[in-house]
């Protein structure tokens, strides 16, 4: 629970006795509204603005030398005079129970007073206000819990809960915990287990007390690929271990024999290898974002079940030829990479009906990727597409197609031959930037009388 204070802080530079400190009590939304109309301007030099902020925000920070554990947030907004002198600085303070709102309120209001009054802008002769945001150290925000029948969503309900047998949700998220309690194991019907936000640095799970377990949520923790263990099970379909400080992919997964969804995003995934897919061949979702992948190992090819694999954001160059044996892929996206072509044979996995590959290098497409004839939505916006790929026009169940943020110099017409499109996005490229609906007009009205929504 978070504490709100909110301070008014009326500094009078030219003379240090006439400084006079107003609570929030103590003025009216009205009067800060005259105030802020007094100094707000359209042309406010932003030199001055730069340089004010500087000097809060290395002066402000003095009042915790060292970054303190339960962070803090202040907004302010500071008002200055055409003379170049600090008026008024309004600020607010965001921090948890832990501080003694008072105090705390004391210490930012002599820092404000002892600092703003040295400070006079380079450039004076208009009044301006600089509003910003401050955050020291990391502020813990209100913990978010979803409240479902036949759940909980506290430590003390955990322990001392008496119908066991009707929980099949522990809520448990963003709780500090070091460890997984040792109570979770009074319920044998949980069904679904939120450990994320914690502090948990080992996993060493006993399916066999909770014998129907099938979601288990773990991220943002400290959880390293050694000190991760769950028994044998037939039983967890759903693993998220996002954000977390694995390298690999934890061997002890693969004792999830029945797994389907596994999210390791936001992991440092540097010692991935081919053996690390052993065991996995059940998977169907598969979330590798941000893991900063920069060679994907051909042992992806183990798993055979697979239907989405997400690769956003990352360092890869190419795609192994090993991708080509996903026969059940239907979603594939690999955008926010360094792509410069797609595998030749990506025509073998007939079942894609989704490829995001925006933010890349691409400039062609594979020459027999018109085989794909399941596609729908299409997106390489932002590559280096000069020449419009021929081989989209085949596609006949095209839903979405982005080509923005390419390099088209002229309207493609050949989007003119595309059967069926619902959505079809233009922006960015060269030849929209100057009066594109008067010199493509008939083009794009060809489009629009087919029913196609055009972003241009």
Known sequence: MKNFFVCILTLIIQSAAAQKVLLLSEITENERTVLINRYAEDDTDQKNQQLLYQTVDSNIRTVFPNVPKNGIDVSAGIMVNKEGYVDYVLFDLLHSQKYNK?????????????????????????????????????????????HTDSSLTDLASLIAYKDTLGIKRLFLNDLELKAIPNSIYRYPNLEELYLGKNEIEAVNLDMKKLPILSQLHLQSNKISSENFRISVNKTLKLLNLNENQLTDIPIQTSNCKRLEILWLSGNDLTKLRNASFKGLKKIKDFNLYKTNIALLPGGI??????????????????????????????????SHNQLSILPA??????????LYAHHNRLSKLPEKIALLQDMKILDLGHNWFTNFPDQITAFTKLEELDLSGNNFHEFPTQLLKIKHLDKLYLRGNPFTENQSELKYGQELGSLKDKNIEVFY
């Open 102 to 146: 008072d105090s705390l309120a004391g210490k930012f209001r002599d820092a404000f007073t002892r600092h703003m009054s040295k400070y006079k802008a380079s450039v004076p002769g208009k009044p301006f206000i600089l509003s910003f945001s401050l955050g020291i150290g990391q502020v813990k925000q209100p913990r978010e819990v979803r």
């Open 301 to 334: 090819k183990k798993m055979k079940h697979l239907q989405t694999l997400d690769l956003y954001h990352n360092n890869l160059e190419a795609l192994p030829k090993a991708i080509t044996k996903l026969k059940r892929l239907t979603h594939l996206a690999v």
């Open 345 to 354: 044979k990506l025509y073998k996995l007939k079942n894609i009906n989704t």
